[in-house]
DNA sequence: GCATAAACTTGCATTCACTGCATATTTTCA
DNA sequence: TGAAAATATGCAGTGAATGCAAGTTTATGC
């Protein structure tokens, strides 16, 4: 099987890196194209290797599963220079610091509009696939909540005079994302068209006013 | 195929009734002690089956999947009197609103306390299982969200005065869970002991303490 | 009570996702 | 160029899931 299945096409790369990308995404490809057109269900995986010039194993050998070939693939994580960043910042809010590391990331995208726009699309219409992608991306709230905890143990908050800290992480992260939401929700509606600092501006506009505006039990 | 496959056990019921649910709990008693035992993957539908002395055929008749099977089977929806009571309720916080009403439905349980635990310990040792709970999780959040939408309506704020009113409901929505999830936790590792006064306390304490204290970007 | 309908269970055959393993084929690199 | 490493493929098998056409059990009207 490939040795790294996913890294992304690289211009000057050997040529077998380059086949390997050209191959996953062709499957890629075939597989958002069927499905767009038959529907997910009635889309089975003999019928993408066919579309795509691979044999049934090799599709597996690309994407562990029928559905891999449908989600996103990278992991969305920020390198490790950012989020020591982030853990060391001294921002006097975990909320814009936050919001500004994820939303640096995420919105880098696929290279590919056209294939991220078309896999968008189909996503939202497939249940089964869409409870996948909120699994990813719950997975992605584990992994940020484990930053803010630890940006919390850096400014030297514990569990010992904080016990729920980690709670607290969770919610920060929670309500971050939603916010993140909303902002990928606008700039795919939008056609792409807003800025990175339009979104932000708009999206934290949004967490304050809910915040701000609350009686709290 | 049954039915109404999955209500519970009524005391007073007709046999046939009884005996569904009868085989619903054999099953899931099987399922769960099972995977406890040998790990999900290495558990078959067929050794379901044959623990619970069902055909596979009735199986996939209760539980339209394997998961099926695992996972908490109740929807965990407010009953409609319960539901409006919220969107037309005058509280001044959507948040203390909607986390007594979602409190009060969601501590309800299983009446059955040991497979409840059972299932919980399995859950959270099963990414698979995992993931899927999560979706569905998911999906009651969605719920909610329409809830609080119908709220916001109903007390005469409109999308044309607030285009983002569904990003608002969503992010009230996450928030409460968090917090749900904080409680869940906490009545599951302490054995099941606190009231529920006390739990939603808590929960009240660590939103308002995270709002609080945060300065906004 | 009993016959008949309705609800429920089962067996069987089939499709499809997925895996392990052995065997080509291609790419790399000394 | 020729051996080694990386990829691709074929094949056989497992297990989940579904439709259909029987059986079997429970409910109901008389």
Redesign the interface.
Known sequence: MPRDVSSPAAPGDTLRARKRAATRLAIRRAAIDLALEHGYDNVTVDMICEASLVSQRTFFNYFGSKEGAFLSGAKALPPPDVVRAFIDGTG?????DL??MIAGTVVDIDANLELFRARHQLIHQTPELL??E??RI?ETEDAFAGFVMDRFHFHGRTEADTP?LE??A???V??V???M??VM?KWVAGNFTETREELVR?A?G???????N????
């Open positions: 006097s809010s975990v909320f814009a919001f500004t409870n996948q909120k699994a719950g729920d709670d607290e969770r919610m920060v929670a309500l994302f939603g916010a939401r909303f929700q708009a934290s949004l967490i304050q006013r809910i915040t701000a609350e009686h709290w039990p």
